[in-house]
């Protein structure tokens, strides 16, 4: 393992851009803004560096990766689209969608990096930081969110720093990010599926295809998962979640939404709200950092105020639901 490497953290702008491309060219990790969460990047097509960055993120390889790209033209050097697949690129690219699709044949993006499928994950971000390393590296990047694995994702610098310092090369700070819950994936398979939710909402992508998103089988036909990332307590704090609550217990803290107030708030340990206004894009820009934050306030669980389901709320409710699963 590479701890102990000197992690240089450096602000946003030019100089941070051109030493991120060159620590990529040199098989390194750079971890980098993205609109939905702060990812931890490697050359594609450099498998050294990939096994690195799965080392550096405590991630089992088994558990594919995303490719990140510049533009849609970028894309389909390195995977085949189909109409459908075509019309979502068209419409939300860049932006928060991941579409997962066949590989094309002479993909240069290391086997390691998709863990031996024929499909590939792909998205071309919509934050300018992240454009901008993506135009100077000139390749495709592999970005999981700069997260220890099983840890919330990062929104923040710091909160990347608090995870990886000592394993990466370099953070570059861009500030917290905008939509706070990662990108929507989407199988292009024959029937296209919602593999996991996320910043783009569902409703609007069915807008384009003309047709409801699937929803994905527990289970591949071999037994793995569709979305291999997706196991059921990924997303953890280390305290207990407890979700829908309607009035705080004993020695809890609330993470609350909307003005209303809940029973027993006053001695809650501690209490952050999502949104007061109940507005669902601030609530999903807020959830990472405030699970981190109460979950250093050593209370004994979290309480979690019900959230609506519409819009970011599909994937706000299924983060927190991967939050509460019961672990050792
Ligand atoms: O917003 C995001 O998507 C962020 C930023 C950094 O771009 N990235 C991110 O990556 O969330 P990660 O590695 O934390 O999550 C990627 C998910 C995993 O659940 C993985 O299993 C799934 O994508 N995935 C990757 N390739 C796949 C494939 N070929 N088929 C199905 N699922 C795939
Ligand atoms: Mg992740």
């Known amino acids: 393992?590479?701890?102990?490497?000197?992690?240089?953290?450096?602000?946003?702008?030019?100089?941070?851009?051109?030493?991120?491309?060159?620590?990529?060219?040199a098989g390194g990790l750079v971890a980098f803004p993205t609109e939905t969460v702060y990812g931890l990047g490697a050359d594609a097509t450099n498998a050294a560096a990939i096994a690195h960055l799965y080392q550096a993120k405590g991630r089992p390889a088994f558990n594919p990766l995303i490719a990140h790209v510049g533009d849609i033209d970028a894309a389909r050097r390195i995977a085949r689209f189909d109409a459908q697949a075509s019309a979502l690129?068209?419409?939300?690219?860049?932006?928060?969608?991941?579409?997962?699709?066949?590989?094309?044949?002479?993909?240069?993006?290391?086997?390691?990096?998709?863990?031996?499928?024929?499909?590939?994950?792909?998205?071309?971000?919509?934050?300018?930081?992240?454009?901008?390393?993506?135009?100077?590296?000139?390749?495709?990047?592999?970005?999981?969110?700069?997260?220890?694995?099983?840890?919330?994702?990062p929104t923040t610098a710091?909160?990347?720093?608090?995870?990886?310092?000592?394993?990466?090369?370099?953070?570059?700070?861009?500030?917290?990010?905008?939509?706070?819950?990662?990108?929507?994936?989407?199988?292009?398979?024959?029937?296209?599926v919602l593999l996991r939710p996320g910043g783009l909402p569902r409703g609007d992508i069915e807008r384009v295809l003309g047709r409801p998103l699937a929803q994905p089988p527990a289970d591949g036909d071999d037994g793995q998962p569709l979305a291999p990332g997706m196991l059921a307590s990924h997303y953890a704090p280390r305290t207990r979640v407890r979700l829908d609550a309607g009035s705080v217990e004993d020695g809890e803290a609330l993470l609350a939404f909307g003005p209303d107030a809940v029973a027993g708030v006053d001695a809650a340990t501690a209490v952050m709200n999502l949104s007061v206004r109940g507005d669902l894009d601030e609530a999903a820009a807020n959830l990472f950092g405030y699970l981190r934050a109460l979950d250093v306030r050593g209370a004994r669980g979290i309480a979690v105020m019900p959230v609506p389901h519409h819009g970011l709320g599909e994937a706000i409710n299924d983060r927190l639901r991967r939050a509460a699963v019961e672990r050792d």
């Open 1 to 25: 393992m590479n701890v102990g490497l000197k992690t240089q953290i450096l602000p946003a702008g030019e100089a941070a851009v051109a030493a991120a491309a060159r620590v990529l060219a």
């Open 89 to 153: 690129a068209k419409a939300f690219w860049p932006g928060p969608l991941t579409l997962v699709l066949p590989k094309a044949k002479d993909c240069p993006v290391a086997d390691l990096a998709t863990a031996g499928l024929e499909t590939i994950a792909i998205r071309v971000p919509a934050h300018a930081v992240a454009r901008d390393i993506l135009r100077a590296f000139g390749g495709p990047v592999v970005a999981p969110s700069a997260n220890l694995s099983g840890h919330v994702s």
């Open 158 to 192: 710091a909160h990347v720093q608090s995870d990886l310092a000592g394993r990466i090369d370099l953070i570059v700070d861009g500030g917290p990010v905008e939509v706070g819950v990662e990108s929507t994936i989407v199988g292009c398979f024959a029937e296209p």
